[in-house]
């Protein structure tokens, strides 16, 4: 049945270039359509920033940085406190620009995005308080003690598919430590980075402190990368755009932080509480689209239990309710992008040449939207492409294990170590298993449990670096050594 969305939809003007505290259009006038992905219309435009541009952006974060680093920590972290404040008094329409242009659901936006980014801020309000060096003992007279230092202008540069959580990650702690920043989003998802450039002035970020220039990775993206002003860069995107940006930005001896590509574990044993198990299942492979960088597309299932499993998803995934992001029902929304749903039907099309049997779903809704069924793939050979590599789409494959070793190598199998996550009453097993899962992190009993608070990053192809937790602060931040003679 064909999928229709109904307006009123939020209205959303065109967008400009936020560069030292002020809109400007792009030198070269170019433009770039945002399309919402459940109508496939274009709703507004952004301007797409040439090197030029991010050149004017750059210099601008270079003038502001000493002004910034020589702010007091306190002061920093009152605008930091305001950012997160006027984040929640203006939710629901950051919720709604959200929405429209990821094509998430909205209540998933008020629910996770909104507030996630708002205590982003208000974590690292607190921990720009507690950035401390550390007195040492040395064996000759001298007062000895080490610095924490901003690294300079910062290059963030961000994927589609959480735009608001995914930035603020970066800028909170960045400015935190005293860095100025320039924010370059996904082409496809520019929206909440231009609303938070207007918001963070508002709450006192001074100009040039945070400059956003919408714009092409290929175009505006590179600039960055090669600028000679930039002084380190923090990347979350796919790990083959990702291995370029690292070789970018090493060949100029910059350094990076890189979030990459996932394609998580999700292991069911056998004394697995199953109704809880099957929650956390359809969650890890539905939440947002099935877009998501910790998503847990591969699960893992006990032989015991591997056809009864089965059977319960075949049941429950046809029910989860897909459609308009803008109605409060909905729990799965659009792709955001019709090239991302024709990458999920290449997988679905490999899966069934390879003997692959569809449990549930398996094709796009017709419409104008980019929707696709949340589908589930069972007896994939072993190696299989669609169970090695990231799809990035709600799409689910499901394999059989028969012991606790082959679980742990499966799950391993792969060149990804974003996030993994198992099912189990056991407690010596979850802290033996969790120990052994190449991840940056675990989830046992539920998925996508997240906070500021707590780190996350990857191994293996997925990165390297920490965003979240006082970890993230070593991205944005050096150690110096200052040793004064006593003698
Ligand atoms: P992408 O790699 O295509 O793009 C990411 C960003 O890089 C965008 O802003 C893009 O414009 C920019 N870019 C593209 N080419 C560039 C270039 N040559 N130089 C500089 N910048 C360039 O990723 P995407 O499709 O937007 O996002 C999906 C990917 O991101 C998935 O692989 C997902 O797993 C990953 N991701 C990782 C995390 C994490 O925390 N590890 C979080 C979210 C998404």
């Known amino acids: 049945m064909a999928l229709t969305v109904t307006d009123p939809r939020p209205e959303v003007g065109p967008g400009q270039l936020f560069v030292a505290g002020g809109w400007r259009p792009a030198g070269g006038g170019d433009r770039l359509d945002v399309v919402d992905p459940a109508t496939g219309r274009a ?17 601008a974060a270079r003038i502001a940085f000493p002004e910034w680093r020589d702010t007091p920590a306190r002061v920093r972290a009152r605008i930091l406190r305001q950012v997160s404040a006027l984040i929640m008094a203006r939710a629901d329409e ?90 370059k989003p996904a082409e496809d998802t520019p929206l909440s980075a231009l609303l938070m450039a207007e918001l963070l002035a508002e709450a006192g970020v001074p100009e040039g402190v945070v400059n956003v220039i919408t714009g092409l990775g290929s ?10 002003g930039v002084d380190a860069v923090a990347f979350t995107g796919s790990t083959s755009v990702g291995r370029h940006a690292a070789a970018v930005a090493g060949e100029h001896l910059k350094p990076v932080s890189m979030e990459l ?131 990035f789409g709600p799409v689910l494959t499901v394999q059989p294990f028969d012991t606790e070793d082959e679980a742990v190598e499966l799950a391993n199998g792969t060149s990804y170590g974003l996030a993994a996550g198992l099912q189990t009453r056991d407690v010596a097993r979850a802290h033996r298993v969790a120990a052994r899962l190449d991840a940056g992190i675990v989830w046992v009993n539920d998925w996508a ?39």
């Open 43 to 59: 709703v507004t435009t952004v301007a797409a920033a040439s090197a030029s541009d991010v050149h004017t952006a750059v210099a």
């Open 94 to 183: 950051i919720a709604a620009v959200e929405s429209l242009d990821v094509g998430k659901p909205i209540t998933l936006c008020r629910a996770v995005d909104v507030p996630t980014a708002a205590d982003t801020y208000e974590y690292y309000a607190a921990l720009a308080l507690t950035m401390e060096g550390t007195q040492r003992g040395v064996p000759f007279p001298a007062h000895a003690y080490t610095r924490k230092e901003p690294l300079g202008v910062i290059a963030a540069i961000t994927p589609f598919n959480f735009p608001l959580i995914l930035s603020s990650t970066k800028l909170a702690p960045a400015l935190a430590a005293g860095n100025t920043v320039v924010h």
């Open 219 to 228: 175009v505006a993206g590179e600039a960055l990368l090669t600028h000679p």
């Open 261 to 391: 590509g996932g394609n998580a574990a999700h292991i069911v044993f056998d004394d697995a509480d199953m109704d809880q198990a099957v929650d956390a299942v359809i969650k890890a492979f539905v939440f947002n689209t099935g877009q998501f960088c910790m998503a847990g597309p591969r699960l893992l299932v006990a032989r015991s239990r591997y056809e009864a499993f089965l059977e319960i998803l075949g049941h429950a995934v046809p029910g989860i309710p897909v459609g308009d992001p803008f109605d409060e029902t909905t729990v799965v929304g659009p792709m955001a992008a019709e090239r991302h749903r024709a990458k999920v039907e290449e997988y679905i099309r490999i899966a069934r040449e390879e003997g692959g049997r569809v449990v549930a779903g398996g094709e796009r809704i017709p419409g104008d939207g980019y929707f696709h069924q949340p589908t589930v793939i069972a007896d994939l050979p072993p190696g299989s492409r669609v169970v090695r590599e990231e799809i």
């Open 449 to 487: 449990m997240l906070d500021p608070a707590m780190p996350f990053g990857g191994v293996k192809q997925s990165g390297f670096g920490r965003e979240n937790g006082p970890e993230a602060l070593d991205s944005y931040t050096r150690t110096k050594s200052v040793l004064i003679s006593l003698a």
